[in-house]
Every structure is written in C-alpha cells, then in structure tokens.
C-alpha cells in the first residue's frame, strides 16, 4: 500500500460504509435492507456530495478528493481519529494542521451530539461552517441538507446572496438583525486573524465581500467582539416566532463550538419548541 493508493481507498471507504449501521448516523432503518450498513446515497446526503460521486471513489475510479470532502466522508462514516488520517494517507491529502481551520470532528464530540435529543445543536468550526447537527436543529433552521455543502456556513447563511431562502430568520430578541451580523461579521474576522493561510476562509471572505453590500460595509468596520451566550429569535415557518438561548460550548484544542439553544422550561418558548419537536422533525 502507498500514500495516494485509489484502489485502497475504494475497499476501506467500502468497507467503512457498510459497518455504520443507520441508527448509527441518525436514520431511519426502513424496510428491506438488502445491503449491510448505510447505502451509497446516505452516505452521499450525509457528506453533501454527488452519488455518483462515492460511486466513482468505491470503484477506485473517482475523482481527487478535496480535504473538504474527506472531513465530510469522515463524519459521515464516523471514522475514528487514526482511520481519518489513513483516510487523508490513502487519499493523498496533507491532513489539516497548523495554519488550518480543524474541520475534522472527534467521534466523543459526533457521541455528544447524537445523546442531544431535545434540544437542537450542532457543531461549527472557526470557519463557522456546520460539521454536524441533529435532527432538531434541521427543524429550527430548516433542511440544511438541501444547500451545497459549502454554503452550510452560519455566516454565509446569514449574510450571503440568498442565503436566507428556506431557512428560519435569526434576529434579536427585538426584531433587529443588525447586532447578529455584526457579531457573526466579528468572528470571521478573528477567525482569519487566527488562519490568515486558511484557503477556504479567506475564498469566502472574498466572495462575500464581492456578493454581499452589508458584508462588505461590516468588514470594513473591522468590527472586534466575543459573544458566546445569546438569546436569538428564530421565525420558523409553521411554528411562528420562538427566542432560545443559544450557549457555545468550546471544543478544546480543536477550535470548535458546539451550539446548543434552548428555552426556559415552562415558558411559551419551550411550548413552541415543544411543537417543533412534534411537528418539525415530522418534515426533515
């Protein structure tokens, strides 16, 4: 076996697939299983790539794949910490390391979210691009599967061209928008005082300021702030207007958050989040 081995790549990607049971990846077993493991198109939708695409990559004949894609066949095989670097090894990718925004996920954290039934969560990276959500944070937000992988970004969501369609409006608790995205425009800024030689945080700076007027005009602001603890007002569709507390909980040594939002027991909020339970996770 050698660095950048395809064939090696397809039978442990293979291989990998067909150990994850569905449970595993928070689906639904369905009827008629003919194949161990997940199916070629859970995957696909888990990792936010083409079917065609893992197709193409188990026979050994698919294309290089970035190291974007690789975190995202990584969470969605749930791989553990070595087998992710061999994954990067077979594939021939310099794994992420110092200079680089860690968009691998540790499995204890991947544990940690899947035991998160009742609120929703998800875990972000300096990057603020999601790695991973549970179901109850697809009924808040809306079908986060439904965008192109790279555009599953708070910041791009919030700020970037259309990035609001089909998703839930996040304002303050008063109904303005302007001190979210002012504080979402903040972190990305430290985040690339952090990863000034990350490629992928500086492309989507650059597209957002060419793309996005009030982006632009924030970062011009150079604005410097660190909110961690927030009440933020969502307007769901079908659910109508409920305000969380949101809680970043830091992942160590990996500059990651998990996000986490909830409501104070008793109040209509925890009603309404309550009826998402119930009638959001019926949609997603």
């Not at 008629?32 to 004949?61: F, H, K, N």
């Not at 300021?209 to 769901?236: C, G, H, M, Y």
Request: proline residues 7%; aromatic residues 4%; hydrophobic residues 40%.
């Amino acid at each position: 076996m050698s660095r950048g081995d395809s064939a090696e790549l397809a039978a442990a990607l293979r291989q990998w697939r067909e150990r994850v049971t569905p449970a595993d990846a928070g689906l639904p077993a369905g009827p008629r299983r003919r194949t161990p493991g997940l199916r070629r198109e859970e995957v696909a939708a888990l990792a936010g790539v083409s079917v065609d695409y893992v197709v193409r990559l188990e026979q050994g004949r698919g294309p290089h794949p970035s190291s974007s894609v690789l975190g995202a066949l990584a969470r969605a095989l749930r791989l553990s910490t070595p087998e992710t670097r061999h994954l990067f090894d077979l594939a021939g990718v310099e794994a992420p390391g110092s200079g680089q925004v860690v968009d691998l996920v540790r499995p204890s954290v991947l544990r940690l979210l899947d035991r998160m039934h009742d609120l929703p969560a998800m875990l972000v990276d300096a990057r603020s691009t999601l790695l991973a959500w549970n179901p109850l944070l697809d009924a808040l937000f809306g079908d986060l599967s439904a965008l192109p992988r790279d555009q599953r970004n708070l910041l791009w969501m919030r700020l970037g061209p259309r990035g609001r369609e089909g998703h839930a409006l996040v304002v303050e608790e008063d109904g303005s928008r302007e001190g979210l995205d002012r504080a979402a425009v903040a972190r990305a800024r430290a985040a690339l005082g952090r990863y000034p030689d990350d490629a992928v945080l500086r492309a989507m700076v650059d597209e957002l300021n060419r793309t996005s007027p009030i982006f632009a005009e924030l970062w011009a602001q150079r604005p410097v702030e660190d909110r961690r603890v927030d009440r933020k007002t969502f307007e769901v569709p079908g659910i109508g207007r409920l305000t969380l507390d949101c809680d970043s909980l830091e992942v160590p040594g990996d500059d990651q958050r998990l996000v986490v939002y909830s409501a104070v027991p008793g109040s209509r909020d925890a009603e309404l989040l309550d009826l998402l339970r119930v009638v959001g996770l019926q949609t997603v």
